[in-house]
């Protein structure tokens, strides 16, 4: 009997196993369903005569990667409940204990295809999402064209100089012989797309005077980045700085003199001068959920270096650096439902409550998350709080049991 215990318990584990897969994925595939259905239905009060249902379904078909990759927590809570469920109606559960198979190797067990999902919300967060989103949020600019404004892009204020002889010099603030520069206002400057070859959509720039009023507006359709120039300083080679130009193109330049005057407009081509690279512009002009998680962890580390902090850029980061726990602690609160105070009640009864408990767990996440915001209390203390409490939760259910 001893000698074939390790089979036995082999054999178990993989029964166990397979059941909490399989229940897992159709749970994860069926709240992805739903949800592409709720969005579609969604998408049919916005069809008019440039968004049309063709291009509505291509944008419900580049989002259904963030979806899943939503889903799959709360999926994996279901899943768990619904498989373990399934073997406790049939009393192969009580089995199992009788045989002397401890809750807590019955839990690893269903946390073992779990990590299937770990890997795949991963997966999907770093070499999916970042191109799915774009190519939909592509569609929606397109639909959304008409709009006078829009809240994506990078903004920034650049203080503006210029020489004795009348040049204009916006590094000044790194030029070694910067006492012969004089202030000549601020330029603030709009760029709502950058791709990492170096490509930039719409930008738009207003500069004013020392006393704040509006001197020029300028307005390109694009730019293409055409290297990059050493700064003057007085530093070493080692701390040499450089400033990135782009060319812009299409451009329309509008001088303000006595007020608007629409016979000033006029068609030219101007420089962009920027001093970070290409590939630092890309992550600025990018919403924080649009990046992966390599991708938001240097955008984290160019803030540093800009003295700077981006809370957005932050809780995402640590929102999916932190995912695999997230589901790892809702299995466990699975697991608990199955084998602590749920285990007299139905099927049906546990599913609802670990519906429910799914929800509470992602609006939790969601509150500590603006609370953070409005805050600016720690994203990785915030992010893990819900976390651990799921986890105490599931363990403390457990260990009643034992």
């Not at 601020?186 to 950058?194: E, G, H, M, N, R």
């Not at 803030?303 to 902090?309: E, G, I, L, W, Y």
């Not at 546990?350 to 720690?378: E, K, P």
């Amino acid at each position: 009997m001893p000698k074939n215990q390790p089979a036995k318990l082999k054999v178990l584990g993989r029964y166990v196993k397979v059941n909490a897969l399989l229940a897992i994925i159709g749970a994860v595939l069926g709240l992805w369903a739903l949800q592409l259905l709720f969005s579609y239905l969604s998408e049919l009060d916005s069809l008019n005569d440039s968004y049309t249902m063709s291009e509505a379904l291509k944008y419900i078909l580049y989002r259904s990667p963030y979806f899943l990759e939503q889903f799959i927590p709360t999926g994996s809570l279901l899943g768990a409940v619904v498989g373990l469920g399934l073997l406790a109606n049939k009393s192969e559960l009580v089995v199992m204990r009788a045989s002397g198979i401890s809750v807590y190797r019955i839990v690893g067990w269903v946390l073992q295809p779990a990590l299937v999902f770990v890997l795949l919300a991963l997966a999907i967060n770093q070499f999916v999402l970042p191109h799915s989103n774009q190519l939909a949020n592509d569609i929606r600019s397109e639909e959304s064209s008409s709009l006078v404004t829009s809240v994506r892009g990078y903004w920034t204020v650049q203080p503006r100089f210029k020489t004795v002889d009348g040049n204009y010099d916006n590094n000044a603030e790194n030029d070694a012989d910067s006492s012969k520069l004089q202030p000549d206002g601020s330029d603030i400057l709009y760029i709502d797309y950058a791709d990492v070859q170096g490509n930039i959509g719409t930008v738009k720039r207003w500069h004013l005077d020392n006393n704040g009023n509006l001197q020029t507006a300028i307005y390109a359709e694009g730019g293409r980045y055409s290297g990059r120039k050493p700064i003057n300083n007085a530093g070493s080679k080692a701390s040499e700085q450089y400033s990135y130009e782009w060319q812009l193109s299409n451009m329309t330049k509008l001088t303000i003199n006595q007020g608007f005057d629409s016979s000033q407009a006029k068609q030219s081509s101007d420089t962009l001068s920027l001093p970070f690279a290409p590939k630092s512009v890309y992550l600025l002009t990018r919403k924080a959920e649009d990046l992966s998680l390599t991708q938001l962890y240097e955008h984290r580390q160019f803030m540093r270096q800009q003295d700077k902090r981006s809370l957005t850029h932050e809780l995402a980061f640590w929102q999916k650096l932190l995912s695999p726990l997230s589901i790892l602690s809702l299995v466990i609160v699975a697991c608990s439902f199955v084998f602590g105070s749920l285990r007299t009640h139905s099927l049906g009864l546990r599913i609802v409550v670990a519906l429910l408990f799914g929800l509470l767990f992602s609006y939790v996440q969601d509150l500590v998350g603006f609370i953070s915001l409005a805050t600016g209390f720690s994203p990785l203390l915030m992010v893990l709080l819900p976390i651990i409490a799921s986890a105490v939760l599931g363990g403390y259910l457990l260990k009643r049991q034992m």
